[in-house]
């Protein structure tokens, strides 16, 4: 495609407008790509269309999941950005699965706060050991008893694994890419990018509603986060996660100053964009990336809010969150009626 300046690629993308909303096939790789010039102004000029789409697709309620770590530390992977890896020094508290009553009592937590979506989270590369799994499948059972859709974050699966959680009530699989397929050698060493996009493909083909996306501000390019976006499109998520770097002091990233509130409020919209009917959930970093641009979050393009803390850091509080969501439902509303 011909380089076009910003505000044909805006007006380009209003044109377009109509048929995102029928087909949500979502915009092609080269327009996608000539999104990242955009500055200021034309941002905001985005919004309005992204949030049209969100709501076509997508409607107007804020979907909240909610996790807790399951399985603390120890993880024999060396992902530049995380806590939990063995091989970096960063004093994170490690701990053994734990109880499933203490699961139990965390998801009840959770079900008081209307979160619609519960995820039990272990570190390491899978879990392998059965006794483990039993385990799991019993916490499982107690998130469906809380009128929440039961999610897990394990590793790695294989096919006859993911038949049995799926079979013992897990709803929705959890197993990010982390970063586009270019740029992921710089990110991790120790396993392969294809074991991962198989993991989502086994959890596809099991039945499972998959949640699958990655960081932003590991350092990848525009491109590479349109890269990562496309492949997304390409395995059909059903839910694109987008996490948004929280250096850790003792990781190779620990420097790493990651990106403005105006690049993550763009990078939110290109998703939406490419991946218009998919549901687009913002999780990790957002406190420290968006600061007081938190509102524009739905704008821009996504539906849905990781609450309550992280794997390793502590998130907002609900009362902040519960206040949030109440001013943008009724903005939003204003909105539709305009």
Known sequence: MPKKRNYEIVALLTSRLPQLLKDGAGIDGDLALSLGGLTGAEIFSLLPLTNQIRRHHCGQKIALCAITNAKSGRCPEDCA?????????????????????????????????????????????????????TQIMAMLKEIGAQKMAPCASLGFLDAAMAVRYRDAGLKHYHHNLETARSFFPQICTTHDYERAVATVKI???????????????????????????????????DSIPLNFL?????????????????????????????????????????????????????????????????????????????????????????????
Not at 221 to 232: I, N
Not at 267 to 278: D, E, G, K, N, Q
Not at 291 to 318: E, H, I, K, P
Request: net charge negative.
């Open 203 to 237: 959890a596809k083909e099991a039945g499972l509603y998959v949640c699958s996306g990655g960081i932003m501000g590991l350092g990848e390019s525009w491109a590479q986060r349109v890269e990562l976006a496309l492949t997304l499109r390409e395995l059909q998520v």
């Open 81 to 133: 950005y995380c806590a939990q890896s063995i091989f970096y020094d960063t004093g994170v508290e490690t701990f053994p699965l734990i109880k499933v009553d203490k699961l139990a009592e965390q998801a009840r937590a959770a079900a008081a706060c209307g979160v619609a979506n519960f995820s039990v989270v272990t570190s390491g590369t899978a879990v392998d050991c059965e006794h483990e799994q």
């Open 246 to 338: 929280q250096p850790v002091s003792g990781t190779p990233l620990a420097e790493q100053p990651g990106l403005t509130p105006f690049q993550a409020l763009l990078t939110i919209s290109m998703f939406r964009l490419v991946c218009p009917a998919c549901d687009i959930r913002i999780c990790g970093g957002r406190q420290r990336t968006f600061g007081d641009f938190q509102s524009f979050l739905f704008a821009a393009g996504a539906n849905g809010l990781m609450v309550g803390n992280y794997l390793t850091t502590s998130g907002r509080q609900w009362s902040d969150d519960s206040r949030l969501l109440d001013d943008w439902a009724v903005f939003d509303e204003g909105l539709a009626d305009a």
